[in-house]
């Protein structure tokens, strides 16, 4: 929840600190790169962050760039679920941030867990 709220508000220090608190691990741990995978796969894609490029094309050179050792298990669905919904948003030319989106519920959760 602390993920989609620092991307939601594009506090670009915190996302990394969070992700790398969270668990996310690469073999060079390049700050760009872990900023660019969160926003891509929690947030949002345009040809600004892609370079124009299609998102598999981009995952795959980050990936290259820095390789990923380890991704929590439960960050990899939530990834998927926002790709998927952005893509179905692409077809329909209504670009969106999920992390906007979701910012509410996320701010909901953890007010009810006493966090925020």
């Given at each position: 929840?602390?993920?989609?709220?620092?991307?939601?508000e594009?506090?670009?220090?915190?996302i990394?600190?969070?992700?790398?608190?969270?668990?996310?691990?690469?073999?060079?741990?390049?700050e760009?790169?872990?900023?660019?995978?969160?926003?891509?796969?929690?947030d949002?894609?345009n040809?600004?962050?892609?370079g124009?490029?299609?998102?598999?094309?981009?995952?795959?050179?980050?990936?290259?760039?820095d390789?990923?050792?380890?991704?929590?298990?439960?960050?990899?669905?939530v990834?998927?679920?926002?790709?998927?919904?952005?893509?179905l948003?692409?077809?329909?030319?209504?670009?969106?941030?999920?992390?906007?989106?979701?910012k509410?519920?996320?701010?909901?959760?953890?007010?009810?867990?006493?966090?925020?």
């Open positions: 929840c602390k993920i989609i709220i620092a991307l939601a594009e506090k670009r220090d915190d990394i600190r969070l992700m790398k608190e969270a668990g996310y691990e690469s073999e060079r741990m390049d760009d790169i872990i900023y660019l995978y969160a926003k891509v796969c929690y949002e894609d040809d600004e962050l892609t124009g490029k299609h998102i598999q094309m981009f995952m795959e050179e980050i990936q290259s760039k390789p990923i050792k380890h991704i929590p298990k439960d960050f990899i669905m990834s998927r679920a926002s790709i998927m919904l952005r893509g948003a692409h077809a329909l030319h209504q670009s969106r941030s999920v992390a906007k989106a979701w509410p519920i996320a701010e909901k959760v953890l007010r009810d867990e006493g966090i925020l």
